[in-house]
């Protein structure tokens, strides 16, 4: 049997890319209690975490498109193992914080997987079915399955979004570009607790003809996806038809 495909052309910067969203994945990066909410480890640092507000309406749109049409969506967390025997002196070390990494706080020890500011915010929290990445470092494919969860589902393509722009952000979108995907990443779907280095991040992505990626909008993504006839999409709702 042939395989369907669904290519249509998304507007973004440098130039509009043609997606098929049949090997496309939303990868979402580190929309996380720690780095969102006061007492996490992002306002540890110094950081007003208000700033990284702004991206949890566009992603929480896109992600539900993403799901209307049966993409794979992957979310990740950064965060440690209760032993710290994952986290360098280095980075535990770094910085003056209130809190370091492991300290108790007021949601749980900071940045420790099993805790509760190392989870997803509720508004974007993972359905059964998607994909959870810890990662102990900064980009997703580090000590991770990543490489081989869109190896075995035939992702050649990465919707990202997340926190923040320029560090987890664009340390996973040159990770990925290394490895050969495309990664389209959502202008509105990403911030930094630096309005300026959220800017830049972006411009690095596209510069010299997209030398990491491209980047558009969560509309001009949505409106590709919903106006979409994807092969995982139609398959679903053929399954959901069979079973009535």
């Excluded at 052309?9 to 990868?27: F, M």
Aim: one cysteine or more.
């Amino acid at each position: 049997m042939a395989v369907t495909t669904d290519t249509t052309l998304v507007a973004a910067e440098p130039a509009p890319i043609d997606v098929d969203l049949t090997s496309t994945a939303l990868l979402i990066i580190d929309m996380q209690r720690d780095f969102m909410e006061p007492g996490g480890f992002g306002e540890t640092l110094g950081n007003d975490v208000s700033q990284l507000a702004r991206a949890v309406a566009p992603i929480a749109a896109l992600l539900a498109a993403a799901r209307g049409n049966g993409m794979t969506v992957i979310h990740t967390r950064e965060g440690h193992l209760p032993d710290l025997s994952d986290a360098p002196p280095a980075k535990i070390e770094r910085g003056a914080p209130s809190l370091r990494i492991g300290d108790p706080g007021p949601m749980g020890r900071v940045l420790i997987r099993g805790e509760a500011g190392h989870d997803i915010i509720p508004e974007l929290y993972p359905v059964e079915g998607e994909i959870v990445i810890d990662k102990p470092g900064k980009g997703a494919f580090y000590a991770t399955t990543l490489g081989a969860d869109l190896k075995a589902r035939e992702i050649d393509t990465l919707l990202v979004c997340g926190v923040t722009t320029e560090v987890c952000v664009n340390t996973t979108v040159r990770e990925a570009n290394d490895r050969g995907y495309r990664c389209i990443v959502i202008a509105d779907g990403c911030a930094s607790y630096f309005p300026e280095f959220h800017e830049m991040g972006l411009k690095m992505i596209k510069a010299q003809g997209g030398i990491f990626g491209w980047v558009t909008d969560s509309a001009v993504v949505i409106d590709a996806i919903n106006n979409s006839e994807s092969a995982v999409g139609t398959f679903n709702r053929i399954a959901a038809g069979a079973s009535r």
